[in-house]
């Protein structure tokens, strides 16, 4: 009763005040994993050894979150546990890039801003933060800002080592990771980087891309031949990826890229990167306009650096592993409004 009536009246109470409210009852719980998540953990588990038609042709279900699966960690500072998933190390979420990592960030929610589906009012949820396939997840504040960092395979590097460490820094006015150094003093991304969770572009996601990069990407796609060569069978699609800002407005920019290549043969495609020059509708400026900044010659790759603000973008030849490749650095000519050598 006194919960229902403190919520009841934390309807009516200024922002700031309610939201102390929501995290005083919060923290009752920090350490303990909501259920949502614990079931999700569980059923991830379990449902991998389904047999629809024999399910009882399985191992024991798990009915308890291993110890160490579901891990209370401190991302953005807010009062609330964020949650780690350290997946269990099986061939389940393991592979040649480590073990699935997946990270829940929390989300205070004004009053009568969410509420669940049977019509009660949410006080918190989480935003997935990370979720990809990592080495251990280094967490811990570095000068004022919590660093997320990891250790990847090593075809995410630009140098010979056999493994590479990338790491972001949680900004909350995006609500997600974004680029940064990482504690290794690495600080160049290859290509577009290693996302921290994936995004395919469908209904949900197109709304926040620029229309004129969607019109492209589906323009410039093309089909593959089967495996005799008579005819395209599968078609494949530019690829677009949202990077660091380039020209200083602080709006994320973009890299168009070649579709993947058919049979491996050459691509006859160069990257290209287009800049904001506005903010769109998105909740953080995502889906404004935007300009062809830059055209890549084929067979060149994009390197990014993060060590500056705004980033740096380096246009590099095709390098082979075990190889260290010299790129051009360009910069951003306001001007001109171009990247520019």
Same mark, same amino acid.
């Given at each position: 009763?006194?919960?229902?009536?403190?919520?009841?009246?934390?309807?009516?109470?200024?922002?700031?005040?309610?939201?102390?409210?929501?995290?005083?009852?919060?923290?009752?719980?920090?350490?303990?994993?909501?259920?949502?998540?614990?079931?999700?953990?569980?059923?991830?588990?379990?449902?991998?050894?389904?047999?629809?038609?024999?399910?009882?042709?399985?191992?024991?279900?798990?009915?308890?979150?291993? #110890?160490?699966?579901?891990?209370?960690?401190?991302?953005?500072? $807010?009062?609330?546990?964020?949650? *780690? !998933?350290?997946? %269990?190390? =099986?061939?389940?979420?393991?592979?040649?890039?480590?073990?699935?990592?997946?990270?829940?960030?929390?989300?205070?929610?004004?009053?009568?801003?969410?509420?669940?589906?049977?019509?009660?009012?949410?006080?918190?949820?989480?935003?997935?933060?990370?979720?990809?396939?990592?080495?251990?997840?280094?967490?811990?504040?570095?000068?004022?800002?919590?660093?997320?960092?990891?250790?990847?395979?090593?075809?995410?590097?630009?140098? #010979?080592?056999?493994?590479?460490?990338?790491?972001?820094?949680? $900004?909350?006015?995006?609500?997600? *990771? !974004?680029?940064? %150094?990482? =504690?290794?003093?690495?600080?160049?991304?290859?290509?577009?980087?290693?996302?921290?969770?994936?995004?395919?572009?469908?209904?949900?996601?197109?709304?926040?891309?620029?229309?004129?990069?969607?019109?492209?990407?589906?323009?410039?796609?093309?089909?593959?031949?089967?495996?005799?060569?008579?005819?395209?069978?599968?078609?494949?699609?530019?690829?677009?990826?949202?990077?660091?800002?380039?020209?200083?407005?602080?709006?994320?920019?973009?890299?168009?890229?070649?579709?993947?290549?058919?049979?491996?043969?050459?691509?006859?495609?160069?990257?290209?990167?287009?800049? =904001?020059?506005?903010?769109?509708?998105?909740?953080?400026?995502?889906?404004?306009?935007?300009?062809?900044?830059?055209?890549?010659?084929?067979?060149?790759?994009?390197?990014?650096?993060?060590?500056?603000?705004?980033?740096?973008?380096?246009?590099?030849?095709?390098?082979?592993?075990?190889?260290?490749?010299?790129?051009?650095?360009?910069?951003?000519?306001?001007?001109?409004?171009?990247?520019?050598?």
């Amino acid at each position: 009763m006194f919960l229902a009536l403190l919520t009841a009246a934390c309807t009516t109470l200024p922002l700031e005040v309610s939201q102390t409210v929501h995290r005083s009852l919060a923290a009752e719980t920090a350490q303990t994993p909501p259920a949502g998540l614990a079931w999700f953990v569980l059923n991830e588990i379990n449902s991998f050894y389904l047999n629809r038609e024999d399910p009882t042709d399985r191992p024991s279900l798990v009915t308890e979150v291993p #110890t160490g699966v579901l891990v209370p960690v401190n991302v953005n500072n $807010d009062g609330i546990s964020d949650w *780690l !998933i350290n997946w %269990p190390e =099986s061939s389940q979420f393991c592979g040649t890039g480590g073990c699935e990592r997946t990270l829940y960030v929390s989300k205070i929610f004004a009053p009568g801003e969410a509420s669940d589906v049977d019509g009660h009012e949410r006080t918190f949820g989480f935003v997935l933060a990370f979720d990809r396939q990592a080495g251990n997840l280094d967490i811990r504040e570095i000068n004022g800002e919590v660093r997320v960092e990891s250790s990847f395979h090593h075809l995410n590097c630009d140098d #010979t080592r056999r493994d590479c460490r990338l790491a972001w820094g949680w $900004d909350p006015k995006i609500e997600r *990771l !974004i680029e940064r %150094p990482s =504690s290794d003093g690495s600080h160049i991304i290859v290509s577009a980087g290693q996302r921290p969770v994936d995004i395919e572009i469908d209904a949900e996601t197109a709304e926040w891309v620029p229309s004129l990069l969607l019109e492209r990407r589906l323009a410039g796609g093309k089909g593959c031949p089967d495996a005799q060569g008579v005819q395209p069978t599968t078609r494949v699609d530019l690829l677009i990826n949202d990077i660091p800002d380039l020209n200083g407005d602080g709006i994320r920019d973009w890299i168009v890229g070649p579709p993947p290549i058919c049979d491996g043969g050459p691509s006859e495609y160069g990257f290209q990167v287009w800049v =904001s020059t506005e903010r769109g509708p998105g909740p953080h400026g995502e889906g404004g306009a935007v300009s062809m900044a830059y055209q890549a010659l084929p067979n060149n790759w994009v390197h990014l650096d993060v060590a500056r603000e705004p980033a740096q973008l380096i246009v590099a030849p095709a390098c082979q592993y075990g190889n260290v490749c010299t790129g051009v650095p360009l910069h951003w000519n306001a001007s001109l409004t171009r990247l520019v050598e």
